[in-house]
């Protein structure tokens, strides 16, 4: 019976108790990520360094600047012209000319071409706010991984040790004829099972330090710090609130908006287009003197005109299909803007019933499996003791305990990560204070 209640207070308390610090590894090269970590502290560090963050900030800043040179005036035109063989007039030889035009679009023609621009510009601020919303889901995703794999590696571990101390009372039971070789046999293979876990959790351990300081911009082995568990904050947000939010904030939504806007003012755009533009500029001419026996008194002087012009849009077949085309983008943008809504509903009652699915079976086992895992451990001890069962059941049991209490790990990190990926949808944070049981959930993990 000391045996039993040895293995469970050790469980209990390092599971469920005060605690103890996972492994860390890897080699260290930024001092502010090796200490005690935290979700906060990875999301900071990636704002700073993620490179599709700064490639979608400098996008946006390319397209606010584009307002400048889709609203300014076309460039003039400078046009020079000479004559090998000059044209004779009544003041002279016309030996070159030079003109400079200035092209006018149509008034507000520009105006609506910037109103296009600031569409674009809307679109290319929201695809930056995706990508920050992007990267930190990821790294929150990447942070509960990671803190799964430390934590399954930690309980593999203790029940590695209690496993061999379980065979050494095994192997002396054995001795006494209390034991049959077969359940030797298994509480080795149990034995082999966890050090297989053991290696392969280190295995996962180095793939996902890697994917997160891919996210974080730093070197794959960079060393990663304690992981400090985030608490279980229940969700204070009903479905329906969640379609709304979603609607509001998401960000494929909101492109899809400002599409349909930008759609819009392409259509003004195309009607302005159809309008004629006009044409202002000055034409000098260098005249050289005549060669005639009686010159005209203004005899050789330069001229100079003034030009005013207009474009003809004639082709009428071309601007209805202006107008036509930018009618079929505004329809085709409304249709896209109805489909990003229904699919954002389906993905928010999605991720919805799996977040709540994760904390239903974080209560399941925390509050029913692993304690009956652990009552059932005492009592295969007992039975054992007293001849009823066989060694095998104990191992079973415990096999059964080191299960749940992966399973539990499991549905904590999946809710974590469910819970990242319905606030990137719905833009924003949907939970409360943590409760009693999420602060329970808190120093249960480590």
Do not use: C
């Amino acid at each position: 019976m000391k045996a039993v209640r040895f293995v469970v207070f050790v469980l209990l308390s390092g599971f469920l108790g005060q605690g103890f610090s996972p492994p860390v590894f890897g080699s260290e090269t930024d001092p502010s990520l090796t200490g005690a970590v935290t979700v906060g502290d990875l999301i900071s560090y990636a704002y700073r360094a993620n490179p599709s963050i700064e490639a979608a900030r400098e996008g946006w800043k390319a397209v606010v600047e584009d307002y400048r040179i889709a609203t300014g005036y076309p460039d003039p035109e400078l046009n020079l012209t000479y004559y090998p063989e000059p044209i004779e007039s009544r003041l002279g030889p016309l030996d070159w000319s030079a003109a400079l035009n200035q092209r006018i679009p149509f008034p507000g023609k520009l105006t609506r071409a910037g109103r296009v621009v600031e569409a674009e510009a809307r679109v290319a601020h929201i695809k930056l706010d995706r990508a920050v919303k992007g990267v930190i889901a990821s790294v929150r995703e990447s942070f509960h991984e990671l803190l799964y794999i430390r934590t399954a590696r930690q309980v593999a571990d203790h029940n590695l040790t209690l496993l061999e101390h379980l065979r050494k009372v095994g192997e002396t039971a054995y001795a006494r004829d209390r034991a049959a070789l077969m359940d030797m046999v298994k509480a080795q293979s149990q034995l082999g099972q966890l050090n297989y876990d053991r290696i392969l959790l280190d295995d996962l351990e180095l793939t996902e330090k890697t994917r997160l300081n891919g996210l974080l911009n730093r070197p794959p082995e960079s060393r990663i710090g304690r992981l400090v568990p985030e608490p279980v904050r229940p969700v204070v947000s009903d479905l329906e609130t969640l379609y709304r939010l979603a609607e509001t904030n998401q960000d494929e939504v909101r492109i899809a908006r400002a599409l349909v806007e930008k759609a819009g003012a392409l259509e003004d755009l195309a009607w302005y287009e159809n309008l004629p533009d006009f044409k202002l500029g000055v034409i000098y001419t260098g005249v050289g003197d005549p060669d005639i026996p009686v010159r005209p008194d203004d005899s050789g002087r330069d001229s100079i005109g003034v030009q005013v012009g207009i474009t003809i849009p004639l082709w009428f077949e071309k601007n209805r299909g202006r107008l036509d085309q930018a009618r079929a983008e505004k329809r085709r943008a409304r249709a896209v803007q109805t489909a990003s809504v229904n699919d954002t509903r389906t993905r928010v009652h999605q991720l919805y019933f799996r977040l709540q699915n994760s904390l239903r079976l974080i209560d399941l086992y925390r509050k029913d499996l692993l304690p009956q895992a652990a009552r059932s451990m005492e009592i295969a001890e007992t039975w054992y003791r007293e001849g009823q069962s066989s060694f095998s059941d104990f191992v079973e049991t415990q096999a059964v305990y080191y299960n749940f209490q992966l399973s539990l790990a499991r549905a904590r990190a999946d809710y974590g990560k469910y819970l990242a990926r319905l606030e990137q949808v719905v833009g924003q944070s949907i939970t409360g204070s943590p409760g009693p049981e999420g602060k329970k959930a808190t120093g249960e993990i480590k």
